[in-house]
C-alpha cells in the first residue's frame, strides 16, 4: 500500500508538472494582435510562426549610402527593424536594430530613454562609409499600445531630423571648442573632489574599476576604468571619455548622461570572460568646463562605489 501511494503521489507531482510547463508554453506562444502593431506603429511586418515573432521594418531608402565606394541597397544592411514576441501577464517584449546617421543617433536615443526604452549597444558595422551609418540596439517590455508606441516615437523622431535637414550633418550643434588648450585644472578637481592629470592645458580625471579575468585581477591601469578628458578653454571645452558600467548600470548612466546634454558615440564590450561583466560607453560634450564636470560627477553616482 505504501509503494502505491508514493507512486500515485509522483504521479501526480508529474501531471502537475506537465500542466504548469503546458500553461507556461502556451503562455510564451500566445497570440499578438499583429494587425495592431502595424497601425500603431504605421510599419508593415512580417510574421514568424514557428518562433511567434513578428517584425516590422524600415529601409533606409531616403539618404544613399556608400561603403568602398559601393552603393549599399538597404536589403544589404541598411534596413531598421523592430521585432516583438508575447513575454508574460498579457505584455509583448521587443528587441529592434535602429540604422541611424550621426545627427540622428543621440536625439533618437533620448527619445526611446524617455519613452522608457532600453538602448543596449552602439556601434558601426562598416569601415568608408559615405555618410557614416551607425547601428542602435534596442529593446523593452510592456502592453501592446504602449510598447508599439514607444517604437513609433523612436521611428517618428528619425523622419522629424531628416525632414528638418535632409542632409545628415558633420559635425556636433553646439558651441565651437576653444582653439587653444587653456583647462584650468583646480575647478574641476573640486567638482569630482580628487586630483586629476595635466598636460598642456589639457585635464583628465580616471577612476578605477575591478574584474578578474582568466584568475587574474584587473583594475585601473589595464583598462577598467571610467576616464573624462578635457581640452578648449574653460568657456569653450570638449569633454570626452569613458564610462565603465555594469550592466545594470547602463540605463541610468545612459539617462544621466542624456540629460545633461552629453553625446553617446558607443556602447560595446572591451573584454570577454570577465567578472563582473562591464560594458563601456564613450561619449563627446561641448560647452563649459565646469558645467560638463558637474555632468559627469552626477552621473557617477549612478555606478557602484
Known amino acids: 500500500m505504501f509503494h502505491i501511494a508514493v507512486l500515485s503521489r509522483n504521479v501526480s507531482i508529474i501531471f502537475i508538472t506537465l500542466v504548469l510547463t503546458a500553461a507556461v508554453a502556451a503562455e510564451s506562444h500566445a497570440a499578438m494582435d499583429t494587425t495592431k502593431i502595424e497601425q500603431i506603429t504605421g510599419l508593415k511586418g512580417t510574421f514568424s510562426k514557428g ?65 522608457g526604452l532600453e538602448v543596449t549597444a552602439l556601434h ?40 528638418a535637414r535632409p542632409t545628415p550633418a558633420n559635425e ?22 580628487t586630483k586629476g592629470q595635466s598636460s598642456n592645458g589639457m585635464f583628465k580625471i580616471v577612476i578605477g574599476r575591478s574584474v578578474t579575468m582568466h584568475g587574474v585581477s584587473l583594475g585601473k591601469e589595464m583598462g577598467v576604468n571610467t576616464w573624462a578628458g578635457f581640452a578648449g578653454s574653460d568657456d569653450q571645452a570638449v569633454v570626452d571619455g569613458d564610462f565603465a558600467v555594469l550592466e545594470d548600470e547602463l540605463q541610468p548612466v545612459l ?18 570572460l ?15 568646463a565646469g558645467d560638463l564636470a558637474k555632468v559627469i560627477h552626477r552621473t557617477l553616482d549612478f555606478q557602484e562605489k
Open 172 to 193: 556636433f550643434p553646439g558651441n565651437q571648442i576653444g582653439r587653444v588648450n587653456s583647462i584650468t585644472a583646480a575647478p574641476l578637481e573640486a567638482v569630482f573632489g
Open 51 to 115: 518562433e511567434n515573432v513578428f517584425k516590422i521594418s524600415k529601409p533606409r531608402t531616403d539618404i544613399k549610402v556608400q561603403v568602398d565606394n559601393w552603393q549599399v541597397p538597404p536589403f544589404m544592411g541598411l534596413t531598421s527593424w523592430v521585432a516583438f514576441t508575447p513575454a508574460h501577464d498579457a505584455q509583448l517584449m521587443a528587441m529592434g536594430d535602429l540604422v541611424l546617421f550621426e545627427d540622428e543617433v543621440n536625439p533618437v536615443m533620448s527619445v526611446a530613454l524617455d519613452a
Open 274 to 288: 570577465a567578472q563582473p561583466h562591464y560594458l563601456f560607453l564613450h561619449y563627446w560634450g561641448k560647452g563649459k
Open 255 to 272: 539617462k544621466a548622461m542624456r540629460a545633461g546634454g552629453i553625446n553617446i558615440v558607443a556602447i560595446h564590450q572591451h573584454m570577454s
Open 124 to 163: 558601426n558595422h562598416f569601415f568608408f562609409d559615405q555618410p557614416k551609418v551607425y547601428f542602435m540596439h534596442i529593446g523593452g517590455m510592456g502592453n501592446i499600445d504602449d510598447l508599439a508606441g514607444d517604437v513609433k516615437k523612436v521611428f517618428d523622431e528619425v523622419n522629424t531630423i531628416r525632414k
